[in-house]
């Protein structure tokens, strides 16, 4: 008796084992919104060094994280020495 061969043992030669090694050097835009419903031209205009744009997102909610614009999940913000950086804190 014959056994019949298991499609995710057989592999096409010269293939990786891992299927996310083909995609995993692309290059993508990863993104951080925080909307500004009231932003206007005249805003974009008087921007500059140290300028403060107020926002209305609330400090308890987390922050949507886009790839390419579509959200993946949500962070929140911290300080990492002389950096802002963004923690994960759930994926879509």
């Known amino acids: 008796m ?25 290059v993508c ?3 951080v919104d925080i909307p500004l419903p009231a932003f206007k031209v005249g805003d974009v205009l008087k921007l500059g060094q140290r300028t403060v744009a107020n926002t209305l997102w609330p400090l308890e909610r987390d922050v949507p994280l886009r ?26």
Do not use: C, M
Request: no cysteine; proline share 7%; hydrophobic share 35%.
């Open 29 to 31: 835009e990863f993104t």
């Open 67 to 92: 790839v390419n614009g579509v959200v993946i999940g949500y962070g929140e913000f911290e300080v990492v020495k002389n950096h802002l950086a963004v923690r994960l804190t759930e994926l879509a």
């Open 2 to 26: 014959s056994e019949t061969p298991n499609p995710s043992k057989t592999r096409l030669p010269g293939l990786s084992a891992d299927p996310w090694d083909q995609v995993k050097n692309l």
